[in-house]
């Protein structure tokens, strides 16, 4: 061994010395000897969400650091590898955010390279819904594209299709982008059947959902063969996107990829418009990788001009730093676990608040029509559901509760008290984001910048009655049950009234 192998050795066996040291709060809650961390109700803060990590990440960023590449490189390259490896897709490039991740699935389409009936141009719609994430929508109208918007189901959270026909628009709709809703995969179901009909584009948001997974049934219309179908959210549509801000399944700190689902064409695109336009797709410190650097003839360009420079698109540079990947790797290590926690904390909360449901309406998986508790030792509940024979998987993202319009109290109510216990809780994002500010100065500005199909009552719903609390792996069981005292004290204090 080297001497600065060795010495690199000794730094990092150091820095795995100092993580454990200084971020046992930040472990999964989980873990053996989760429980005999310090906790002091109503003094330790549960937070709705955050970082989970253990030495193995800090060491990698650490590594990464002292090797000192910065840019995307050879951990970067792993990361996107091993991220569609475990998702099942062609292939996921890595971005600095989710938002960006949704800005370039949009832009990609914008492409002249796409025929002409694809090609998303501006005043063409996209299908969206109206509660949920403002930068699910913000990149249609930031590339000329009008969102026409569904209402949402308050219990599932996403996009109401009972009026996605009427949505329609022959010769102007040309995609339809939703998220799956706090780890609730949307009706996968209905709308890819719609998307095939009118032959539009789909791009899941799956910010929110990595880990969700979405079945079909034998015999089912888009699934003719004899066994159900089921594959992870992200990957049934032609694009998807993912965040890796800390709330989020995996984090990398700022963070995001956009996944390729089939066509790698696509690929080429949201490359393009990440890496400044370029129609160059040299990986970062490589060159001519096509053998033709310099001979191409593009536009109005010389023959054999440098193809490294040569745009074909306005784009950005929307990439993160090789650091961020190293740190990624390990956390898709972890994921498995990290799903499976956020399933067993949703239910640990549901079984904990069963009691309280003249208070509170519960958030139901897609297709499930009750949730129905166990008996005995087990902790498994089980749900009944709809007759189309789809099923959900959810990964839950956070613990969505519906304040029910007969509660002495309300939404709002509840946050505060929550908030003065120190538990963390959030609004379902922007609520019906046709109320925000930016939105109604846009209908005024512009009025045929969206459309809007039918009343939002279901977005409004869940914008005056709903709040989540988390379902992250670094919650604890005494966190949990210090969160189902705080509730039933909220309530019951309320009742007094």
């Known amino acids: 061994m080297s001497d600065a192998a060795r010495l690199k050795a000794q730094i990092l066996e150091l820095t795995r010395q100092y993580s454990a040291m200084m971020h046992g709060a930040n472990r999964p809650g989980y873990e053996p000897g989760a429980e005999d961390r310090a906790f002091v109700p109503g003094v330790t803060t549960v937070p709705y969400s955050g970082r989970v990590f253990t030495e193995d990440e800090v060491e990698s960023a650490v590594s990464a650091t002292l090797d000192f590449w910065l840019t995307l490189g050879p951990e970067g390259e792993a990361m996107e590898e091993e991220l569609a490896g475990f998702l099942g897709v062609k292939r996921s490039l890595l971005v600095n955010s989710g938002s960006s991740a949704n800005l370039l699935a949009v832009s990609a389409l914008t492409t002249h390279k796409l025929p002409a009936e694809k090609r998303l141009v501006p005043g063409d719609e996209i299908i969206t819904c109206a509660a949920g994430f403002p930068t699910t929508v913000a990149p249609m109208i930031q590339n000329?594209?009008?969102?026409?918007?569904?209402?949402?189901?308050?219990?599932?959270?996403?996009?109401?299709?009972?009026?996605l026909e009427a949505a329609f628009s022959p010769g102007k709709t040309?995609?339809?982008?939703?998220?799956?809703a706090l780890g609730n995969p949307?009706?996968?179901?209905?709308?890819?059947?719609?998307?095939?009909?009118?032959?539009?584009?789909?791009?899941?948001?799956?910010?929110?959902?990595l880990g969700c997974s979405y079945s079909l049934p034998a015999g089912h219309a888009l699934n003719p063969g004899a066994e159900p179908l089921s594959r992870y959210t992200g990957t049934w549509g032609d694009l998807s996107t993912q965040s890796f801000y800390p709330p989020h399944h995996l984090t990398t700190g700022e963070g995001g990829s956009v996944n390729i689902v089939r066509d790698m064409k696509l690929k080429v695109y949201v490359e393009s418009f990440r890496d400044w336009g370029r129609d160059?797709?040299?990986?970062?410190?490589?060159?001519?990788?096509?053998?033709k650097r310099f001979g191409w003839q593009l536009g109005e360009l010389p023959e054999g001009y440098d193809h490294k420079y040569i745009y074909s698109h306005l784009g950005y540079n929307l990439k993160p730093l090789d650091t961020q990947a190293a740190i990624g790797r390990r956390q898709i290590e972890k994921l498995p676990a990290f799903i499976e926690a956020r399933k067993k904390n949703w239910e640990y909360l549901r079984r904990g608040l069963a009691d309280l449901e003249e208070y509170f309406a519960f958030s139901l998986p897609t297709h499930a029509t009750g949730w129905v508790a166990s008996s005995g030792a087990t902790t498994d509940s089980t749900f009944t559901w709809d007759a189309t024979g789809c099923r959900t998987e959810c990964s839950w993202f956070g613990f969505l509760l519906l304040v029910r319009e007969t509660a002495p109290f309300s939404n709002t109510d509840l946050a505060r008290a929550l908030d003065a216990a120190k538990i963390g809780n959030r609004m379902l994002?922007?609520?019906?984001?046709?109320r925000q500010p930016a939105f109604l100065q846009l209908r005024k500005d512009r009025p045929d910048a969206l459309r809007v199909v039918g009343p939002l009552a279901g977005a409004d719903r869940i914008m005056n009655q709903s709040l989540f609390l988390g379902t992250y792996p670094g919650l604890t069981k005494a966190m949990m049950d210090y969160e189902l005292q705080v509730i039933h004290e909220i309530v019951?204090?309320?009742c007094k009234r």
């Open 144 to 163: 000329g594209a009008v969102p026409v918007f569904l209402d949402n189901n308050p219990v599932t959270g996403n996009a109401d299709l009972s009026q």
């Open 174 to 180: 040309k995609a339809v982008m939703l998220a799956h």
């Open 492 to 494: 019951a204090k309320a």
């Open 280 to 291: 160059c797709w040299c990986a970062s410190g490589k060159d001519n990788t096509c053998n």
């Open 186 to 209: 949307f009706d996968l179901g209905t709308v890819l059947a719609f998307c095939r009909e009118h032959n539009l584009w789909l791009i899941e948001d799956n910010c929110d959902a």
């Open 429 to 434: 994002f922007g609520g019906n984001l046709l």
